[in-house]
């Protein structure tokens, strides 16, 4: 897809994204045989239901219909909230993460699996498990160390709203 014609939808998508209360992740735009397929990837600090994605969809779909956006072309349209494995890339996703086990690939120093505790502007304060019945340490880490992250999925971790209570 033309970074002109993502940045159109962007353009034309956010504030309606915006306006549900969620913040519009990503564009996505691939062939599927003779027809496109538009993916729009849409999150919140709450997350999105299955409700809510099929509410914006329809909202999405009569705004592209309007506008002719997507031209005359068959497409897909899919808008749903961003995988477990999605790799966390902005400020947001970190606050997101507090409380999740996170993979980092680190610039220099290869790489550390961890809780994120805390995030601030300039970084995180983490809890790294201990290994074979040592205790778990502290740690901070500065966002500049951080080459790539990604959430590590648990199967059995404690839901937040249990620890509270």
Known sequence: MST????????????????????????EMSKAGKRRML?????SDEGVD??????????ISDK???TDAMGEDEY??????????????????YIRA????????LVESGELVARI????????????PGVKGRKATARRIAFTDIAKARVEIEFN?????????
């Not at 299955?50 to 909202?59: F, G, P």
């Not at 505790?117 to 790294?128: H, S, Y």
Request: glycine residues 6%.
């Open 4 to 27: 002109t014609q993502s940045d159109r939808l962007r353009g034309l998508l956010e504030p309606l994204v915006a306006a549900k209360g969620l913040d519009l992740e990503e564009i």
């Open 39 to 43: 993916r729009i990837i849409v999150d």
């Open 50 to 59: 299955l409700d809510e994605c099929a509410e914006l969809s329809r909202e």
């Open 64 to 66: 592209l219909d309007e």
């Open 76 to 93: 897909n349209l899919e808008v749903s909230s961003p995988g477990a494995d999605r790799p966390l890339t902005e400020h947001r996703h």
């Open 98 to 105: 507090i409380g999740r086990l996170v993979k980092f690939q």
């Open 117 to 128: 505790l805390d995030v601030d502007d300039e970084g995180m304060d983490l809890e790294v």
């Open 157 to 165: 971790r404690k839901d937040k709203k249990e620890e509270e209570a």
